[in-house]
C-alpha cells in the first residue's frame, strides 16, 4: 500500500499547488481549446469566437436546472426532519475508515439511481458526517462523495443508453443512419458486462478510497469557520407576536399544504402514468417535499435564499464551458469540427477487438472539453457508429463505451464539481487529487471490461 499513498501524496501535492480556481480553469481551457481548434482544423480565428459567442448560451436550460438541483437539494436537506436524519446517518461510522466506504457506497448507489438527486445529496451527507466524525480528511470525504458520480451514465439516469431506447428520426438522424430501430436497456444499462463493471467499482472503489485516507498529522478536518459562518447565515424563524394578516399566512403550515399538495398529486400521477426520474422530477420532488417539511413558507423561503448563494459557480462558470463546447463542435469549411476530428483519429487506428476501448478512451478525451452527455453524443455518435459497424462492433457497445468515456473524466473535470464543492466550501484543487485515484481505478477497470466482456 505504500506506493498508492504516495501516488496519492503527489497527486494532492500537485493538484493542491498547481490546480487555480474552477473560473481561472475554465478561462484557461477556454484559451487552450481556441488554439487547437485554430490549428487543428485550420478555422479563421474570428470563425472560432463566433462559435465561442453563439455556444455560450446553449446551456441556459441546463444551468438552470443545476442551479435548482443545488439551491432545492440543500434548502430540503435543511429541513429539520432531513437533517435529523442524516446526522442519525452520520453517527454510524466509528472512525475514518467506515466514514469514506459510507459515503462512497451511498454515493454510488444514488448515482446509479439518478444523478442529479446522487450529486447533491451525497455531497451533502459527506458534509454532515465531517460534523460528527473525528479524525476523518475533509478533503478525502468530499471526493468520495463526488466518485460516486463516476457511475451514473452506466446507470439508470443515464442520458445515452435511455436514448438510445427511444426510436426516432432524431435518433436515426444523430447516429448516421446506423440504429433505425431502439436499443433496449437490458443491451445497455442491464447488459452483462455493463453489470459487471458497474458492481466492480462498487464493490471496491469505497475500499480504494478509504485506504488511501492520510495520515493522522496530514488530516484537514471542516473549516470551523466553515460552520460558524453557516450558523450565522440561518436564521430564527421569526416568532414575534405580530398578528397581521401577513404575519399569519407567512408562518401558516396550511398555506404551505396548498401549495405543496397540487404538486405532490401530479408527481403521484406522473409515476403512475409510468414516468422515469429525470431532472425536471428531480427538482420537483425536492421543491414540493421541501415547502412541507419546512411547514411554514417564511421557513422555506429563508432556506432557498440561505441556499441560493451555491449556486454562484454554476452561474458564473457555465456559459463559459457552454462556449468552449461550442468551439469544439463548431465546423470548419470543410465540415470537420476539432471534436471530430479527435474521435475520426481514434476510430482510424482500431479493429475490432480495440474499437471499444479507443471509443471509451476517446469520449473520456473529448468529454474534458465537451462535459455534457447530450453534447458529447451528438458530436461522437455520427463518427463512431458507423466506424463501429464497419468493424463489426453492436451499435449497443459502442453506445456504452461513449457513456462510460463521458462519465470517467469527469473526475477531474471541475463541470460537474461544482454542486458539490459549493455545497462543501472547497476548491476544485482540494478534492481533485483524490479524485485522480478514482479516475485511474474506473480507467482500469472500464478498459478491461470493454477488452474482455464484450
Keep these: 500500500m505504500f506506493w498508492l499513498h504516495s501516488l496519492t501524496r503527489v497527486c494532492v501535492f500537485l493538484a493542491s499547488k498547481c490546480l487555480p480556481d474552477s473560473f481561472v480553469l475554465v478561462g484557461i481551457l477556454t484559451l487552450f481549446v481556441f488554439l487547437l481548434t485554430y490549428f487543428v482544423t485550420g478555422q479563421d480565428a474570428l470563425i472560432i469566437v463566433n462559435n465561442w459567442g453563439n455556444g455560450a448560451w446553449s446551456l441556459l436550460d441546463f444551468s ?82 463526488y466518485s460516486g458520480f463516476v457511475i451514473w451514465h452506466g446507470g439508470l439516469s443515464g442520458s445515452i443508453p435511455l436514448s438510445v431506447a427511444s426510436a426516432s428520426e432524431s435518433l436515426t438522424k444523430i447516429s448516421a443512419g446506423v440504429i433505425t430501430e431502439a436499443i433496449p436497456i437490458s443491451e445497455t444499462i442491464f447488459s452483462s458486462y455493463n453489470l459487471i463493471i458497474t458492481a466492480i467499482i462498487v464493490l471496491f472503489l469505497p475500499f480504494l478510497l478509504a485506504c488511501i485516507h492520510p495520515k493522522k498529522e496530514e488530516i484537514i478536518g471542516i473549516d470551523s469557520k466553515l460552520l460558524n459562518l453557516e450558523e450565522q447565515d440561518i436564521e430564527l424563524i421569526n416568532h414575534n407576536k405580530d398578528k397581521t394578516l401577513a404575519h399569519f399566512l407567512e408562518n401558516s403550515v396550511l398555506v404551505s399544504i396548498i401549495i405543496a399538495v397540487p404538486g405532490l398529486v401530479y408527481l403521484i400521477y406522473y409515476f403512475s402514468q409510468g414516468g422515469s ?150 476548491g476544485a484543487k482540494d478534492i481533485m487529487g483524490y479524485c485522480v485515484i478514482t479516475l485511474l481505478f474506473v480507467g482500469i477497470v472500464v478498459s478491461l471490461g470493454f477488452l474482455f466482456l464484450v
Design 64 to 145: 438552470m436546472q443545476m442551479a435548482l438541483v443545488l439551491v432545492l437539494g440543500q434548502a430540503l436537506a435543511s429541513a429539520q426532519l432531513i437533517s435529523s436524519f442524516l446526522k442519525y446517518l452520520s453517527s454510524l461510522p466509528n472512525g475514518h475508515f467506515s466514514a469514506i466506504v459510507l459515503v462512497t457506497f451511498l454515493s454510488l448507489f444514488a448515482n446509479w439511481i439518478n444523478w442529479g438527486f446522487g450529486l447533491v445529496i451525497s455531497a451533502i451527507f459527506a458534509k454532515e458526517i465531517a460534523k460528527n466524525v473525528k479524525g476523518v480528511d475533509y478533503r478525502l470525504l468530499i471526493a468520495s462523495a
Design 277 to 426: 426520474l429525470n431532472l425536471n422530477i428531480v427538482n420537483m420532488i425536492f421543491l414540493f417535499l421541501g415547502i412541507l417539511l419546512h411547514k411554514t413558507p417564511v421557513a422555506y423561503v429563508k432556506a432557498i435564499n440561505h441556499s441560493a448563494k451555491s449556486a454562484a459557480g454554476i452561474l458564473l462558470q457555465f456559459p463559459f464551458y457552454a462556449g468552449i463546447m461550442g468551439m469544439m463542435t463548431g465546423t470548419s469549411d470543410g465540415g470537420a469540427s476539432f471534436a471530430s476530428m479527435l474521435s475520426q483519429a481514434f476510430a482510424s487506428i482500431a479493429t475490432h477487438d480495440t474499437f471499444p476501448i479507443l471509443t471509451f478512451l476517446s469520449a473520456g478525451l473529448v468529454n474534458i472539453f465537451v462535459p455534457s452527455g447530450g453534447g458529447q453524443w451528438a458530436v461522437q455518435a455520427p463518427i463512431m457508429l458507423p466506424a463501429g459497424i464497419k468493424l463489426g462492433v453492436s451499435p449497443s457497445v459502442v453506445a456504452m463505451a461513449i457513456a462510460w468515456g463521458d462519465a470517467w473524466t469527469n473526475m477531474i473535470q471541475p463541470f460537474w464539481a461544482l454542486p458539490a464543492l459549493a455545497i462543501a466550501g472547497l
